[in-house]
């Protein structure tokens, strides 16, 4: 079945860019999402790309895909404190929504 | 314009009682899934119901849970018989269906089984 592969701890400085990345086996996944939470809440949907398109821009935020490499990447520009969440990677196709183990973004002020 | 609801946010059962958690979708949206998540883990996908419809309930344990969509009220998660193993987050999400599947999630519910 389809795995999704995230690295689990990223740290960066207020002001600074984050790239947080994600990898997928599933080469049918059509639709690719980047999902927000925050501790104690649920998941707020910030993003999603389908898979005919190579980047999507939506202002501070940035997906690129790779399909021939099968990997996702979700920039964040000029990262606040308030970014501070965990950014969960998911992907669907002809399976039912898969998700990575999410990453775990800590700002530094 | 209410997002996805769920009730209680949070339950606390012992050993061996039963687990109610509903899921309201939002306005409009036929499709609801369950997912189960564990501590530090992402969501594992449980079962997709549509309206008196179980769609997909490849991810739900063979014993014990249950799930249904009634014609009306909200969906229902249904654990009989807790086990510890059980504590973790619950979240619901839903979507449009007719080919938009992007899913938005509820708040989930915290259970905790003692």
């Known amino acids: 079945g389809e795995d999704v592969e995230q690295s689990l701890f990223l740290s960066v400085r207020e002001g600074d860019s984050s790239v947080i990345n994600c990898t997928y086996t599933d080469s049918s996944s059509t639709y690719l999402y980047w999902y927000k939470q925050e501790p104690g809440a649920g998941l707020q949907l910030l993003t999603y790309?389908?898979?005919?398109?190579d980047m999507k821009q939506d202002q501070r935020l940035t997906v690129l895909l790779n399909k021939k490499d099968k990997h996702l990447s979700l920039r964040i520009a000029d990262t606040q404190t308030g970014d501070s969440a965990i950014y969960f990677c998911?992907?669907?196709?002809?399976?039912?929504?898969?998700f990575g183990k999410g990453t775990r973004l800590s700002v530094i002020a | 314009n209410a997002g996805v609801m769920q009730n209680p946010r949070h339950l606390v059962r012992r050993r061996g009682q039963e687990a109610r958690l509903r899921c309201s979708p939002m306005?409009?949206?036929?499709?609801v899934y369950w997912y189960r998540q564990l501590p530090e883990e992402g969501l594992k996908f449980m079962v997709y119901?549509?309206?008196?419809?179980?769609?997909?309930e490849s991810g739900m344990p063979k014993e014990r849970f249950s799930a249904e969509f009634p014609k009306e009220g909200p969906s229902i998660l249904r654990i009989q018989q807790v086990v510890r193993g059980d504590s973790a987050a619950y979240f619901c999400?839903?979507?449009?269906?007719?080919?938009?599947?992007?899913?938005?999630f509820g708040p989930g519910t915290r259970l905790l089984v003692l």
């Open positions: 790309i389908f898979s005919n398109m």
């Open positions: 306005k409009g949206h036929s499709h």
């Open positions: 119901l549509q309206k008196e419809n179980i769609i997909d």
């Open positions: 999400a839903s979507s449009l269906g007719l080919g938009q599947e992007t899913q938005y």
């Open positions: 998911a992907v669907s196709g002809n399976t039912p929504l898969v």
